[in-house]
């Protein structure tokens, strides 16, 4: 977080004193004030709130000193992404793990539970009822 104060503020922007204390008080740019009183202003917030005017020449390194650096290091961003293939790597293993044993679940559900009964009565041939009435008559 660089912090500046205003006549820096005007520099980095391109715009008038008046104009950035107005848009201060107004509540439109936000700021902080230091143990002396005076008014710093966060570089990020002039960016969000004026546009960083970016010139070229000399002077443009003088401006930069205070601008906070944005750019992430190479390393991190590849340290960033092989952390992200991993993650996905990991819930791609276990969704698969996971339906694995939903399937396995299903077959031993359908194992241990009990047969599904058959269908309905149908009215037997003549010759089967004729034969179970007999069995009940001699038992």
């Known amino acids: 977080m660089a912090l500046v104060g205003l006549s820096d503020a005007a520099k980095l922007t391109g715009r008038n004193q008046t104009t950035i204390h107005r848009a201060m008080k107004t509540g439109r740019l936000c700021y902080t004030a ?14 969000r709130v004026f546009g960083i005017r970016h010139t070229n020449g000399a002077s443009n390194d003088a401006m930069a000193q205070g601008v906070q650096s944005h750019v992430t290091p190479v390393r991190e961003v590849v340290l960033l992404n092989r952390l992200l293939d991993e993650r996905e790597a990991t819930i791609r293993d276990l969704r698969a793990r996971l339906d694995a044993s939903d399937d396995e679940r299903r077959r031993l559900t359908l194992l241990l539970s009990p047969p599904t009964p058959a269908a309905p009565d149908q009215p037997r041939p003549l010759g089967r009822r004729v034969l179970d009435w007999l069995i009940k008559q001699h038992v």
Request: proline share 0%; hydrophobic share 30%.
């Open 34 to 47: 230091d143990e002396t009183g005076a008014r710093r202003i966060d570089t990020a917030e002039l960016d």
